[in-house]
């Protein structure tokens, strides 16, 4: 089971985005059988088999193993991710965004965006994923506002220049500093 599966076909999301199918998504977080997951739901096992077999189909679900009851062959399943991210292409964009300005907020959404994409393409079965997430709340007073932005500017051009030769691993670093709207 993958951590993350992005979801870039519109006919994924269609799949997934019904209240029921998420609901027996939500119970094939661990391997189960559509009667069991009909049990849990409170559902018919043909129901809930129908959702399933739908999202084997759109690559949401995965069959894990195959058991044999009163003669019957009964399919394990289990969902195919532990989260399911939804590309903002899939909604698309109305207008165009003004993105010209690396401080707009534009320019942030593209970001934003873009660092999704890549962290769902990681490959996550690989022995070490060398990464680092840093969060944290700087408050600034008005008056320094245009010296902070340009302090942090001037500080990551100097990690660009300092590490951006062409031999070693390749990191991606992006940053993004916005409002975090409370007035604490």
């Known amino acids: 089971m993958r951590d993350v599966m992005y979801l870039e076909q519109i006919e994924q999301a269609e799949t997934l985005l019904k209240p029921q199918r998420i609901e027996v998504l939500r119970q094939l977080a661990e391997p189960h059988t559509c009667t069991e997951v009909a049990t ?10 129908y959702h399933v077999k739908r999202l084997v189909e759109a690559g ?21 991710a532990r989260s399911y991210w939804l590309s903002p292409r899939l909604v698309g964009r109305l207008g165009l965004r003004k993105t010209q300005d690396a401080m707009s907020l534009g320019y942030l959404l593209n970001l934003m965006e873009e660092v999704q994409a890549d962290i769902a393409a990681l490959d996550r079965t690989a022995p070490e994923l060398p990464s680092i997430g840093v969060s944290g709340e700087i408050r600034v007073p ?4 245009q010296q902070f932005l340009t302090d942090l ?18 990191f991606k670093l992006a940053v993004a ?7 604490q």
Request: glycine fraction near 12%; include cysteine.
């Open 40 to 49: 849990q739901l409170g559902q018919t096992p043909q129901r809930v088999y």
């Open 142 to 145: 008005a008056e320094l506002r």
């Open 177 to 183: 500093c916005y409002p975090h709207g409370s007035t």
């Open 153 to 170: 500017q001037t500080t990551l051009q100097d990690l660009f220049t300092r590490y951006g030769g062409s031999e070693g691993d390749a």
């Open 60 to 80: 949401l679900v995965d069959q894990v193993s195959e058991r044999k009851v009163r003669g019957i062959h009964e399919g394990i399943y289990q969902a195919s």
